[in-house]
């Protein structure tokens, strides 16, 4: 069982920065790889960027390509997202997820926090 816990939220202009992170309970962080999925109102939740349990590959959507970065810290049981150059499409719920393939598909992840807001103001 791992328990997730999503912080960094918040209100942030357009052109800002940002950065989420996602603490994990439990001594099995290490062994799951992590993603980063974000659901706006109204719409689907939608993958963002996802991280191999060792940090070594690294996946991301095309809209946050060049922009979003995620890494993780198996030391301190947390995963970040660190997004620049924000915009007021990306404003939604950011959610961390933990699972079993770095991949952009929600069934492969087991376990789920229960996200943070950001919300981008142009």
């Known amino acids: 069982q791992v328990q997730l816990v999503e912080s960094g939220g918040g209100l942030v202009q357009a052109g800002g920065s940002l950065r989420l992170s996602c603490q994990a309970s439990g001594r099995t962080f290490s062994t799951y790889a992590m993603g980063w999925f974000r659901q706006a109102p109204g719409k689907e939740r939608e993958f963002v960027a996802a991280?191999?349990?060792?940090?070594?590959?690294?996946t991301y959507a095309d809209f946050v390509k060049g922009r979003f970065t995620i890494s993780r810290d198996n030391a301190k049981n947390t995963v970040y997202l660190q997004m620049n150059n924000v915009k007021p499409e990306d404003t939604a719920v950011y959610y961390c997820a933990a699972g079993s393939r770095p991949v952009d598909i929600k069934k492969f992840y087991d376990y789920w926090g229960q996200g943070t807001q950001v919300t981008v103001s142009s």
């Open positions: 991280i191999q349990l060792n940090g070594g590959r690294t």
